[in-house]
């Protein structure tokens, strides 16, 4: 997991980012784990999603608080067809195991989809690279460094 956390690291500061990477004994794997692990809502933590779009890995920032919508990731980026990354693709996609998977530092460039409800917070946490380490980041960050798309992408209830 350390290697992990330390090849993110690398990729962080490859960007020109110091981050302030934290870890928990307690695990942020889920949303909810990391948001009770650094004491904030669970709508401020990033999910890292892997999608799949017409063979094509597409990552999804997603609020914690929502349900990415694959239908709705599908009209935005016009493929005909849109589902869930196994772990396996996941993981090949962006070098990192689920649960752990930030939202850059990736072997190669993947198109990324921000999802719009996360720029209503000051500061967001995203995963560092294992399901027990997280990074503070303001969304403008989030957006600049990812070079994302700010969508909606939430599942309408």
Same mark, same amino acid.
């Given at each position: ?5 330390d090849?993110?690291?690398r990729?962080?500061a ?6 302030d ?7 942020t ?10 004491g904030?809502d ?10 799949v779009?017409?063979g094509? %890995?597409?990552v ?13 990731l599908?009209a935005?980026? @016009?493929?005909?067809d ?9 993981r ?9 998977? %930030?939202?850059f530092g990736? %072997?190669?460039?993947? %198109? ?11 500061l967001l ?18 957006v600049?460094?990812t070079? @994302?798309?700010v ?7």
């Open positions: 997991m350390a290697r992990a956390v090849r993110f690291r990729a962080a490859d960007r020109g980012l110091s981050l990477i934290r870890t928990f004994a307690e695990g794997k889920t949303a909810e784990a990391a948001a009770q692990a650094v904030c669970v709508a401020q933590i990033v999910k890292s999603l892997v999608f779009a017409d094509r %890995p597409v999804a920032l997603t609020s914690g608080a929502n349900r990415a919508d694959p239908e709705r599908a935005v980026i @016009g493929a005909e849109v589902r869930r990354a196994t772990p396996e693709e996941a090949e996609a962006t070098g990192f195991s689920i649960g752990g998977t %930030p939202p990736h %072997p190669a460039p993947l %198109p990324t989809l921000i999802d719009r409800d996360l720029l209503a917070w000051e946490w995203a995963a560092a690279g294992a399901p027990d380490a997280v990074f503070p980041i303001h969304p403008d960050g989030l600049q460094v070079g @994302g798309a969508v909606d992408l939430r599942v309408e209830t």
